[in-house]
Each structure stands twice: as structure tokens, then as C-alpha cells.
């Protein structure tokens, strides 16, 4: 039953939380970091992504951004994903860096000598410890119950996060690259 005593939070409200929580976790992002994984993106032969729940929900809206950079993209567990190899590139995301399947994945990347770039919020974790790229994002996870990072549900902050970083990256790339709007939507799904 609800509890009258707890004051519910307008929509407004709610709004001008999320936003305060995204900015300040944001502005805390290494720049020498995304520098990192821009060059590991752009240098690989092709780009896998992984993650579970809305984390891996955030890298398939990126990976959609990269194949718009006419970069070579598959997500990793999808029926058409090829074997993953050298020269290769493992994006994946957990905000406890302890998700087994995402443990999993680089496992194997690195067993096959592709690089793996791992966002996260906890980098001294198995995961952290895996990658050859890092970006820290400062955010709780779903663990994180408490309330200090975020008062936000069950790891929000770092799922909205890590859509947020990919798409300010994806922005930077395009951007370099010198291509129109019209030039990326060419390669738009046109199946839909």
C-alpha cells in the first residue's frame, strides 16, 4: 500500500533531477579517456558491442551511430555477429564490471587478441581489470541502493550515461569525418 507520509515527486521535478544527475556525472568523464576510445573505434578492423539489460540497450543505439559512420558494427550474441578476432574491437558496458556475460565476452576478445574497451563505473573491477580502453563513468549502479550517487532507480544514472558518452563521441566523430546529415542517412536502415 503507498505510504501517505512519503511527498511523491512531480514530473518536473523528477525532470530537473535527472538532468542535475547527468550534467554532474558527465563533466566528471576523463576527456583523455573518450580520446582513448575514439582512437581504439576508429583504428578497429570492425566493432562488436555487449552488454546486458539497458546497458547493452545503450551500446545497440550506439553501435546504430557508428554504422552511420559507415563503420563496420555487430552486436555480439545477434544471430548474423561473425566470430570476433584480431585487429577487432569489444565495446562493452557494466556499471558493476562484474556482469558475467560481459566477464565472458572480454574474456574471449582478448583470448583472440581484439581489443576490448570497457565503460563502467567500477574500474578496479574483473572487468576494468580486462580492458585495454577504460571510461569511467561516475555513476551508481544497480546495486547501488543508497542513495549518495543518484536517487534515481537501480543503475539509471549509468545506462543513461553511457548513451549520453556514446552519443557525444559518436557527435565528435561524425564531425571530424567532415559528413553531411544527408551523407549518414544514406546508410539508414531503408528495410523498415
Given at each position: 500500500m503507498f505510504n501517505h507520509c512519503v511527498e511523491i515527486p512531480s514530473y518536473s521535478s523528477s525532470q530537473v533531477l535527472l538532468l542535475k544527475e547527468l550534467d554532474r556525472t558527465l563533466a566528471a568523464v576523463n576527456e583523455a579517456e573518450i580520446a582513448v576510445a575514439r582512437e581504439m573505434i576508429l583504428l578497429a578492423r570492425r566493432v562488436f558491442v555487449t552488454g546486458?539489460?539497458?546497458s547493452g540497450l545503450a551500446l545497440k543505439m550506439a553501435a546504430m551511430r557508428l554504422m552511420h559512420l559507415g563503420l563496420v558494427v555487430h552486436v555480439a550474441g545477434e544471430v548474423t555477429a561473425p566470430a570476433i578476432g584480431q585487429g577487432d574491437l569489444l565495446l562493452v558496458a557494466s556499471g558493476s564490471g562484474t556482469t558475467a556475460g560481459a566477464v565472458h565476452a572480454a574474456e574471449v576478445a582478448r583470448n583472440v587478441q581484439a581489443q576490448v574497451l570497457v565503460l563502467t563505473a567500477a574500474p578496479a573491477s574483473k572487468l576494468g581489470?580486462?580492458?585495454q580502453g577504460l571510461i569511467v563513468i561516475p555513476a551508481a549502479t544497480k546495486q547501488d541502493?543508497?542513495?549518495?550517487?543518484?536517487?534515481?532507480?537501480?543503475?539509471?544514472?549509468?545506462?543513461q550515461s553511457v548513451l549520453l558518452v556514446m552519443d557525444a563521441l559518436?557527435?565528435?566523430?561524425?564531425?571530424?569525418?567532415?559528413?553531411?546529415?544527408?551523407?549518414?542517412?544514406?546508410?539508414?536502415?531503408n528495410l523498415e
Open positions: 546486458a539489460g539497458r581489470q580486462l580492458a541502493h543508497g542513495g549518495v550517487r543518484s536517487e534515481q532507480y537501480s543503475g539509471a544514472l549509468f545506462e559518436f557527435q565528435v566523430m561524425w564531425h571530424e569525418r567532415g559528413e553531411s546529415a544527408e551523407q549518414l542517412w544514406k546508410r539508414h536502415a
